[in-house]
């Protein structure tokens, strides 16, 4: 089930994205503004199964990205993933937005997950990451 985080999830979410061994944010302090202002906003979701937080997903309305998706290891290949993907995308689109974009790592299991649900690749960059674009 899918539903809109709040600030009391935080703590979920923030042990999955600490978890993850791709993608490692080297500050994590970083984005701690941004979530803040996604989560205050409703551009903020969590996937609950058996009650448990199994993932979450957020989608940026100012400019047409997809801030983050992460799934819980132990809860990989659920559905979570795909159907945390399909409600960002439709919060952009619901804000006007005619196509998302979003960066990952490059050789990671998320960059196979983007490529495999449609995702076009637009660029690369020397740190190593790799941006997506999808037109709705």
């Known amino acids: 089930m899918i539903r809109t985080a709040t600030r009391s999830d935080l703590p979920r979410i923030t042990e999955i994205r600490m978890a993850v061994t791709e993608n490692v944010l080297s500050n994590p302090a970083k984005i701690v503004d941004a979530v803040e202002y996604l989560i205050d906003r409703d551009g903020f ?13 957020s989608a940026d309305p100012r400019d047409g990205s997809i801030f983050a998706l992460f799934v ?3 809860f990989e290949g659920r559905g979570a993933g795909q ?4 409600r960002a995308c439709k919060a952009l689109r619901d804000a006007g937005h005619r196509r998302a974009w979003l960066n990952t790592g490059i050789g990671t299991r998320a960059e196979r997950f983007y490529r495999e649900n449609g995702w076009t690749e637009i660029d690369r960059t020397d740190t190593n990451e790799i941006t997506f674009n999808r037109v709705f």
């Open 83 to 86: 159907a945390l993907l399909a």
């Open 72 to 74: 819980d290891k132990a």
């Open 45 to 57: 979701w969590v996937f609950e199964i058996d009650g448990v937080i199994a993932g979450f997903s």
